[in-house]
């Protein structure tokens, strides 16, 4: 895109008066459980134990792939008949595996006890388990560091795929330690990133002169950041919207910025964190230029085989606004119909500003009905859950599955160029079949 371009797409703001398709109906989404599969990389020495069902398990073995054969640090609980029909005292059995569980795995800090629909419609109180459990634990044996446990729901009643890591994430906030009175302003990034990114913005804000850098979730349950009125907290990702209030409520302050996707994307993201902190705006450009032209330049290879192309995004991850406003400013493709779970307005905004006049943004599903607007508008690409992947390409549609925005590194400067690809490989794909 050329300069003029851009400055006319950051010129053209979509106003408050938004208008957006509220749906409700059948769905085709995860469930929160499935937020595990990344937040225990992340955290190195959490566990995570899905009071559950059977279900619960195959989910998360399907979803984890390969991985569950490496001890992966995440388990289910499975309730059984007895417990289901209240033969059982299943606060008692709880405890029992809880510290069988904890006995064998001496390396655990942190436990997140995690509710999934059979243990929520048993009314099963995992809170007051973790607090019951977590009163025993607080020190290790000998006086070592003791067990965190904690509890939050990733069940499919209250949450929706990436809602489980804001669940997740929003149980941690309490146990942030409270920064000291009148301290330095410091920030903290939230967001799950895989390591390699994370550690690519942490030099980066570094190197812009931010020093005072805290990450939420922490690699280690003892690094956790601190927080209070001096606090700047800045999104890496868009759903996160309980981890938000949390934090808001022992005084956090959010930056807003567009989400960091693609080189203007990521560009915009850091100055924001920049201004925030104050920063003089000449050392900011010369900071993030090697950066910013480096993605620029892998983009480039991307346009001709996205620009001008139409996509639609079915609602999964949250990521969809970001996504399509990097598609549509960075890589010149038309969003036809940008369709989220959920849509927070206010962290949004920045991105919901930069998208295309006439795109459709839909929020919740009635599937079967989305479904005939994706025949209607025949996109050249739809980005959706692999339950409708198949059956819309076996109807001559291109698609991309989502579940991979979500697994594989697309945030930063430095995999801008990745996830361009990411779009443009099924497009390539149906060229090359076609011929
Ligand atoms: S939707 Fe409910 S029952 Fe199904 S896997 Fe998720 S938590 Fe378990």
Redesign the pocket.
Known sequence: MSPAQASAIAASPRDGALEVLRERGQREVF???TGIVWLHRKMQDAFFLVV??R??AH?LQSAAGVMIFAEPRFATAIIEERDLAGMADCHAELDRVVERLLARRPEIRTLFLVG???SEVIKLDLGNAAQRIGARHLKGENGSEGVRILAYS????ETTFTEGEDACLTTLVPEMPAEAPGAAQSLVMVGTLPDIVEDQFLRLFAELGITNVGVLPARRAGALPVVGPNTRYLLAQPFLGETARALEDRGAVRIDAPFPFGADGTAAWLSAAAAAFGIDEMHVNRVIAPGRERAKRALERYRPALEGKRITFLPDSQLEIPLARFLATELGMIPVEVGTPYLHRAHLAADLARLPEGTRISEGQDVERQLDRVRADRPDLTVCGLGLANPLEAEGLSTKWSIELVFSPVHGFDQAGDLAELFARPLRRRDVLRI
Request: overall charge neutral; aromatic content about 0%.
């Open positions: 469930c929160g459980l559950g069902s279900t619960c989910l999934s629909c059979p990733g069940s499919g009643i």
